[in-house]
C-alpha cells in the first residue's frame, strides 16, 4: 500500500482516511477481476461499431459496486470465485445498457458519462441505441451459460431475478417513472422519489446483492436478509447521490452536477433538506448493515461496502 | 369455412387459393392462441405509458410467423401446448422489440408498422426506447420462469438460444451491418446480403424453431433439421419481403414501400433481378422442406408454413 500523503490541515491522515482507501483498494481488486472477464465476454473491439461502443461503455471507468456486490455476497456462500465473477460480469453490462439508453438525447441527453463522452456522442444514436440492445442481450447470455454454473435451475433462476429487477416492473419502470416527472405539474413527494428510485437504481442493486444467494443456493432467510440489506444500501446509495448532486466537484464525479436542481426535479436534498437527508442516509446504511448481523465477520466487506455508500465523495 | 369468392377472371377458385385459406386460418389459430397468453404475460395497460405501448406493439396485428414455427416444431416432440406457447409468446416479445426500436428515427425512421402508426410516433421516442428495452427483458423472464418448463436446464438453453440469436453475433449485429450498409460507398454484394440477412432475421427465425427441439429434448440429428429448414425458411422469407417491397401493395403491406429501391440499397431483387429472385426463393423453400423428411407428415404444417412463406402478398 502506498503511503497516505498528509491532509490539507498537516496532519498525518485519520484512521477514517486509512480505512478509506483501504476500501477503495478492495473494491478496485474486485472491479479488476470483473473487468478481465468481461475483456473476454464480450464482443472483440475489432468486430463492428456496436462491439466497440459495448467495450466502451462496460469497461470504462466505473466504481462496480454492483459487482463488488455479487462477489462478497457470492463469497458468504462459498460460491467459486469464478462463477460469481460471470454473474457480477453479467449485471454489469446490464447496468452499463441502462447508462447508455438513459444518456440518449430522447432520455435524459447527458453528453458526459464517467468524465467521458457517452456513446451516443462519440458514436451516433443508432449505435447507442444497438450497442445498449446487445449488453442486455449479452447480460441474459452470460447468465444462461453453463460456465456461470453446473446446475440448470440455478442459471434460470438468474435470469428470472435478472428480468424482474430490469424490466418494466423493475429498471425500466423506475426509468419512465423518472422520465414522467419532469413534465409533470407537481414536484414528486418523498414517497414517490423512494419508490422511484427503488425501481430505477434499487432493484438492480437489490438483484446483484441476491444473485450470491441464488449461487450460493442459499436459504430463504439468508436471501431475505440480503435483499433488506441490499434495498437499504440502494437507498442510501440514491441519498448520497443526491447530496454530491448538490455538494460535489463536477471534475470528480465526471458528469454534469446540479441538473436535478436546475430542472427543479425533486430528490432527497429538496425534499428533506441537505442536514436531514445527511442523516437520512447515515440511518439507512445502519438499517442496511443490520440485515447482516447473522452473517458475522464473512459479512465485513459488505459492511464496508455500505459505510463506503454514504462517505464516498463521487 | 366461409365460401371463397369467386376470382377475378369469374372462375371458381383453385386449389392452390383453397390451400392458402386454410393455411391462413391455422396461423390464425396458432396467432390466437399465443396472443392469448400474452393477453397475461405483459404488463396491465393502465400500468404506465411503456406497459401501454408495449402492448400496442406486441398484440397488433402480425403473421406470428415465429410463434407458429415455435408451436409446429413443439408438436414434433410432444411438448404441452402451454409450454410451447410461453416459449413462442416470448419469441413475439423479442420480435415486437427489435420493430420498436428499427423503426425509431435514429434508425429507420419509419411512421407506419403494420398499418398503424410506429411506437416513437403515438407515443415518443423515451417510450419507444423504454417499451423495447422492456420487451426484450420480458422475453427472457418468460423463457425463466418455471411455468415455461419443469426442469431448470431446458429454461436456461432456451435463454442462451435467445441471448445468441439476438445479440450482437445475431440480430443486433444484422441490423448494424443493414445501417453500416445505407452510408456505405458500394452497395451490398449477394453474399454480404445473404449474410446479414441470415443475422437480422435469420437467427430469431431460425431460434423460433430450435425453442422447440429444446422444449422437446430433441437429439441431436433432429435439431440440426429444424436449424437447416429454418435457416432455408429464413432466406426464401427474405427474398419474398424484397419481392413483395417491388411488386407488393401498400395498403395490404401496411408499410411504405419501394424504400430501400429508394435509397439505392442493395436487395435480393436489385442483385437478382426479379424473376431469378422469385426463382431464388422457390429453389429456398424447397431446400427447406427437403429437411424435413425424417419428420414425415407430423411436419406437415412446417411444409405449409415454407410455400405460405413465398406465396404471400404481404
Known amino acids: 500500500m502506498r503511503p497516505l500523503p498528509n491532509t490539507a490541515d498537516g496532519n498525518r491522515p485519520g484512521k477514517r482516511a486509512i480505512l478509506a482507501q483501504a476500501f477503495a483498494q478492495e473494491l478496485a481488486g474486485a472491479a479488476s477481476r470483473v473487468e478481465a472477464a468481461l475483456e473476454t465476454l464480450l464482443p472483440r473491439e475489432s468486430d463492428t461499431a456496436i462491439a466497440a461502443a459495448m467495450r466502451y461503455a462496460v469497461l470504462g471507468p466505473g466504481k462496480r459496486m454492483r459487482a463488488f456486490l455479487t462477489l462478497a455476497t457470492s463469497a458468504l456462500f462459498a460460491v467459486p470465485q469464478a462463477q460469481a465473477v460471470r454473474a457480477a460480469a453479467a449485471i454489469e453490462c446490464l447496468h452499463a445498457y441502462s447508462l447508455i439508453h438513459d444518456d440518449l438525447p430522447c432520455m435524459d441527453d447527458d453528453d458526459l458519462r464517467r468524465g467521458r463522452p457517452t456513446v451516443h456522442v462519440l458514436w451516433d444514436e443508432a449505435t447507442a441505441v444497438l450497442a445498449g440492445d446487445a449488453l442486455q442481450t449479452l447480460a441474459f447470455g452470460i447468465l444462461a451459460d453453463p460456465a456461470t454454473h453446473?446446475?440448470?435451475?440455478?442459471?434460470?433462476?438468474?435470469?428470472?431475478?435478472?428480468?424482474?429487477?430490469?424490466g418494466a416492473g423493475g429498471m425500466v419502470g423506475g426509468q419512465a417513472l423518472d422520465i414522467a416527472a419532469e413534465t409533470a405539474a407537481t414536484p414528486l413527494s418523498l414517497d414517490e422519489i423512494t419508490r422511484l428510485q427503488a425501481l430505477k437504481t434499487g432493484a438492480l442493486i437489490a438483484f446483484a446483492a441476491e444473485a450470491g444467494g441464488i449461487l450460493?443456493?442459499?436459504?430463504?432467510?439468508?436471501?431475505?436478509?440480503?435483499?433488506?440489506?441490499?434495498?437499504?444500501?440502494?437507498?442510501?446509495?440514491?441519498?448520497?447521490?443526491?447530496?454530491?448532486?448538490?455538494?460535489?466537484?463536477?471534475?470528480?464525479?465526471?458528469?454534469?452536477?446540479?441538473?436535478?436542481?436546475?430542472?427543479?426535479?425533486?430528490?432527497?436534498?429538496?425534499?428533506?433538506?441537505?442536514?436531514?437527508?445527511?442523516?437520512?442516509?447515515?440511518?439507512?446504511?445502519?438499517?442496511?448493515?443490520?440485515?447482516?448481523?447473522?452473517?458475522?465477520?464473512?459479512?465485513?466487506?459488505?459492511?464496508r461496502l455500505a459505510r463506503f455508500t454514504v462517505e464516498r465523495q463521487r
Open 150 to 166: 453446473p446446475e440448470g435451475a440455478v442459471r434460470a433462476a438468474l435470469c428470472a431475478g435478472l428480468a424482474r429487477a430490469s
Open 216 to 303: 450460493g443456493l442459499a436459504g430463504t432467510m439468508a436471501r431475505r436478509a440480503l435483499l433488506g440489506y441490499a434495498q437499504a444500501l440502494g437507498l442510501a446509495f440514491q441519498i448520497q447521490d443526491d447530496i454530491l448532486d448538490i455538494e460535489g466537484d463536477a471534475d470528480a464525479a465526471g458528469k454534469r452536477l446540479r441538473k436535478d436542481d436546475a430542472a427543479g426535479k425533486a430528490t432527497f436534498v429538496s425534499l428533506l433538506g441537505l442536514e436531514a437527508a445527511r442523516r437520512q442516509a447515515q440511518e439507512t446504511v445502519a438499517e442496511a448493515v443490520g440485515w447482516l448481523d447473522a452473517f458475522g465477520a464473512a459479512a465485513d466487506p459488505l459492511r
